[in-house]
């Protein structure tokens, strides 16, 4: 099972911002936070991680809490072009050996 | 560096047949995996290698699935013998071992079993 939980869809405009929030309870101390972008008949494609507070680059930024339980993606000045499915991710180590597990991801429909 | 490459893009098969996935992970990268997405079922991680030794198997439905990585440059999965119900994008991934390393993945194959 993923240890991730996140809305199933979402609908924005383009030129505003979005923000994806993902539940992790179970994080473990040493899992870090992945967030993915997939485009329709593409592979996921890496976006941004981090391990706790803040963490910007040229497309989105995370902003993580103290008791990192959850994460938060944020998408600044949307276009048409982000329509896409966006997964968050923690690697699961709980059977002794590093993997990674998908949910079902946000699927982000940006309409003009 | 050209990314994960996987072969072939789509295949087209008929039930009872044998089907075998191919992919070349990034140079240098030590784990693979290979993860197969419906609409149904999402992204599932079927299997990965850790310097070419199967580590986590459990996501492998059936026996008639079975992957190998003879060396750090390449890998199969197969499916023998094929089902309708296999009909699905099977990707491939690498990634340099440990955690919070970052996941490339190929472009995927698209099986379709007729």
């Known amino acids: 099972l993923a240890k991730t939980t996140q809305p199933i869809s979402m609908d924005s405009y383009e030129g505003q911002e979005v923000n994806i929030t993902c539940s992790h309870n179970n994080i473990a101390t040493n899992d870090y936070i992945t967030w993915y972008q997939q485009f329709p008949s593409q592979g996921p494609r890496f976006i941004i991680q981090?391990?706790?507070t803040k963490v910007t680059n040229e497309v989105a930024s995370l902003f993580i809490p103290a008791d990192r339980k959850s994460s938060t993606l944020s998408l600044p000045r949307v276009s048409l072009s982000d329509t896409a499915v966006y997964y968050c991710?923690?690697?699961?180590?709980?059977?002794?050996?590093?993997?990674?597990?998908f949910g079902t991801g946000t699927r982000l429909k940006v309409l003009a | 560096d050209a990314g994960v490459i996987q072969s072939p893009r789509h295949e087209v098969t008929e039930m009872g047949q044998e089907v075998t996935l191919r992919c070349k992970p990034i140079s240098g990268h030590n784990s693979l995996f290979w993860y197969r997405q419906t609409m149904m079922r999402g992204l599932e991680l079927l299997i990965y290698f850790n310097n070419n030794v199967p580590i986590d198997d459990s996501g492998m439905p059936e026996d008639r699935f079975s992957a190998k990585m003879p060396n750090a440059s390449f890998s199969t999965l197969k499916i023998q013998p094929s089902e309708p119900r296999d009909s699905a994008v099977y990707f491939c991934a690498s990634s340099s071992l440990g955690a919070g390393e970052k996941l490339f993945f190929g472009s995927g194959t698209q099986l379709s079993v007729l």
């Open positions: 991710l923690v690697g699961d180590n709980n059977s002794g050996t590093y993997k990674y597990i």
């Open positions: 981090g391990y706790k």
